[in-house]
């Protein structure tokens, strides 16, 4: 099903958040050779036999290179071969460089609602969604990728009941399956779940923006994140993090 414009925005907002999340060194994508934060970025380096590999969470050793973290400009420098020149030595590239990226920006989204889920953030099932909605402040709503879609517009209209039209700001994430959904919140079956404003809410949500960008949902010169937003959960993405 195609994106509407309130789900961009969200996706947008999410990106935001991930963007501003540190403030580093620019540096400049061998691809379009625009400059840019490093969260706006993926880093690769050449592993050990000369296999060029991401470095999603840049702390790898070793020279880097750096593409603007959208498929299609690591898609344009595997193709032109600018992974050599900027690492400035023979390489290897990997043909599914650009899917095994996406395949491991979902897994950090998947290992994102579990660190929700551990800080006590999600509720799964229909009915508890539904209630859920009604009595806490809801940060996004969840549905497995083959969700049915009634049980989306369900959800959509309880949420809508309660919030009005301020209902198509909340995020709806639909890129994790139902087994990733069951990985991530160790259960069976899931198929709708809700996040509750709070710790560990938030960064999911930027991993998602993430995912949005790399995939082109969104573009990267997304509109910045409200400042009422920004400070609605202000908490610290990595305190829940050492708290898993």
Same mark, same amino acid.
């Given at each position: 099903m195609p994106r509407d414009e309130a789900q961009d925005?969200?996706?947008?907002?999410?990106?935001?958040?991930?963007?501003?999340a540190r403030r580093e060194p620019q540096r400049t994508c061998v691809a379009t050779r625009e400059v840019r934060s490093p969260d706006e970025l993926i880093r690769f380096v050449a592993s050990p036999d000369g296999v060029v590999t991401p470095d999603l969470k840049r702390k790898l050793p070793g020279r880097g290179v750096w593409v603007s973290a959208r498929r299609e400009a690591v898609e344009e420098a595997a193709r032109r071969r600018l992974f050599a020149r900027g690492l400035k030595a023979p390489v290897t590239v990997p043909e599914d460089l650009a899917a095994a990226i996406d395949v491991a920006l979902v897994e950090d989204l998947r290992q994102g609602l579990a660190l929700?889920?551990?800080?006590?953030?999600?509720?799964?099932g229909f009915d508890t969604v539904v209630k859920t909605i009604v009595s806490k402040p809801i940060a996004a709503l969840v549905h497995a990728a083959e969700a049915a879609?009634?049980?989306?517009?369900?959800?959509?209209?309880?949420?809508?009941? #309660?919030?009005?039209?301020?209902a198509e700001r909340i995020p709806v994430v639909t890129e994790l399956s139902g087994h990733d959904l069951d990985l991530a919140l160790g259960r069976s079956h899931v198929i709708h779940a809700a996040l509750?404003?709070?710790?560990?809410? #938030?960064?999911?949500?930027? #991993?998602?923006?993430?995912?949005?960008?790399?995939?082109?949902?969104?573009?990267?010169?997304?509109?910045?994140?409200?400042?009422?937003?920004?400070?609605?959960d202000d908490t610290n993405p990595q305190d829940c993090e050492r708290n898993v």
């Amino acid at each position: 099903m195609p994106r509407d414009e309130a789900q961009d925005r969200a996706a947008a907002k999410a990106a935001s958040r991930w963007r501003n999340a540190r403030r580093e060194p620019q540096r400049t994508c061998v691809a379009t050779r625009e400059v840019r934060s490093p969260d706006e970025l993926i880093r690769f380096v050449a592993s050990p036999d000369g296999v060029v590999t991401p470095d999603l969470k840049r702390k790898l050793p070793g020279r880097g290179v750096w593409v603007s973290a959208r498929r299609e400009a690591v898609e344009e420098a595997a193709r032109r071969r600018l992974f050599a020149r900027g690492l400035k030595a023979p390489v290897t590239v990997p043909e599914d460089l650009a899917a095994a990226i996406d395949v491991a920006l979902v897994e950090d989204l998947r290992q994102g609602l579990a660190l929700a889920n551990k800080a006590g953030r999600v509720v799964t099932g229909f009915d508890t969604v539904v209630k859920t909605i009604v009595s806490k402040p809801i940060a996004a709503l969840v549905h497995a990728a083959e969700a049915a879609e009634d049980g989306k517009r369900k959800i959509a209209q309880a949420l809508r009941r #309660r919030l009005g039209d301020a209902a198509e700001r909340i995020p709806v994430v639909t890129e994790l399956s139902g087994h990733d959904l069951d990985l991530a919140l160790g259960r069976s079956h899931v198929i709708h779940a809700a996040l509750v404003s709070g710790a560990g809410s #938030r960064v999911f949500l930027e #991993r998602w923006g993430r995912l949005s960008v790399y995939r082109g949902s969104i573009a990267m010169a997304a509109a910045p994140l409200d400042p009422e937003e920004a400070d609605a959960d202000d908490t610290n993405p990595q305190d829940c993090e050492r708290n898993v």
